[in-house]
């Protein structure tokens, strides 16, 4: 094996880590789980459809504490129903509690001007 470069052994890895993922959202289907991802996409797709069922698709005012434990598409979900200046966030940096969110309020604004100013 010391033949392998970094790089066969990289693309090796990504393989395996591959194979594993497929894995595991087998598993997710054939037992009817769901993840975070899962669930963010069943809300935007209710969503969508909820003018086509009389629903109201926004918010009048949506206020959200804790902001900084929120993934930027948890966030985008929350700009999309809330309607223009009805959005009040709230949440201390300082204080994440959840692995993988790397919170700054520029991601809010990056996620605002990707959404709003295309």
Known sequence: MLWLTVTDIVQRQRCEAFEVFEAVGAVYVNKRLWDDGDRLLAIH????????????????????????????????????????????LAGDPAQSVVEGVDFRFEEVSSVFDALFLI
């Open 45 to 88: 797709r209710a969503l969508q459809q909820a003018p086509q069922r009389g629903l109201l698709r926004t918010f009048y005012k949506v206020y959200v504490d804790e902001v900084q434990d929120l993934t930027n598409a948890e966030l985008a979900l929350l700009l999309h129903m809330s309607s223009s200046g009805s959005l009040f």
